[in-house]
């Protein structure tokens, strides 16, 4: 209980002690401090007052957990946001700027041949000659697209080959329809990507001769892309060569739900997989052209 100082009317200013005022109510400070703690938690803390009666009380609804870390988005090449959605993987950080990053994949006795040429004095230009820009510009376009043709007419690519009709259904026990293979995708798939690689590189080897010839500095940048194609190639080489296992990985978890559903083999999910392997196929195109088209803007920058 808290004690409460009570002053006599006629006592002087002197012998009057401190007080300390709690709403209506004076308390000495030389008191028990747990009293005047226990008073001002009872006046503070007041019970909530009873609602009326017929007052209908209304629902509280829970509120569902808020996910403090949400996926976050893969940015990058479609090439990469493809390969990342068909094998259902997580979009990684990027705790390397792209500096760092090359200095993992470039060892030191590369990287003291570029570090020469970018030191050694401008070369000279080699003297004029051969076709004009116009003339590999049309070149990369058609090399372009002869291997996207082939891309989107190869016979293993092409959809509804494995259906059959519901009224002209072969033997329920057929090969082609138990159990599809990944083999002759694979095969098509690598050949594919060696057709793009040598199609690139003879291009890119094109342009650097072109650049050559324009100025000091096309003809040190030309220097400089030879030397790394060269550094980079064995990463570049590892990384899209991965391409086909990812594949196979897609190819066998849509099997394996088909078979769960009781999908006949040769239904849309075979067909899904080869859109799905056609994408992947057409965003590798964009990829391995981006040196030849960097190349082609620097030659046609004057």
Known sequence: MCRVAILHPESSPAERPAFRTFGHVRVSPSRDQSAIAAFREATTSRPPSPAPPGTVKSPSFARPPVDPSPRPTLQG??????????????????????????????????????????????????????????????????????????????????????????????????????????????????????????????????????????????????????????ALSPREHALLGAVPTLLEAHFERLRAGAAEAGTPASSIWLDGFRRDMQGVLNAELDVRFQPVDALLAALRTP
């Open 77 to 230: 090449p479609t090439f990469v946001r493809l390969l990342a959605r068909l094998t259902d993987a997580e979009a990684a950080r990027a705790e390397l700027v792209p500096a760092d990053r090359l200095s993992e994949w470039i060892d030191w006795t590369r990287a003291v041949a570029l570090s020469k040429v970018l030191d050694a004095p401008d070369p000279a230009p080699a003297q004029a000659g051969g076709p004009a820009v116009g003339d590999h510009a049309a070149s990369i376009a058609r090399a372009r697209a002869t291997l996207a043709e082939a891309i989107a007419t190869a016979p293993e690519l092409a959809a509804g080959q494995a259906h059959t009709p519901p009224g002209d259904a072969g033997p329920a026990d057929s090969p082609a329809d138990a159990a599809p293979d990944f083999a002759p995708l694979r095969q098509r798939c690598l050949t594919l990507q060696r057709a793009m690689q040598a199609a690139t590189g003879r291009l890119r080897g094109d342009l650097r001769e072109m650049l050559a010839q324009r100025s000091a500095q096309a003809a040190r940048l030309a220097e400089v892309d030879a030397v790394m194609e060269g």
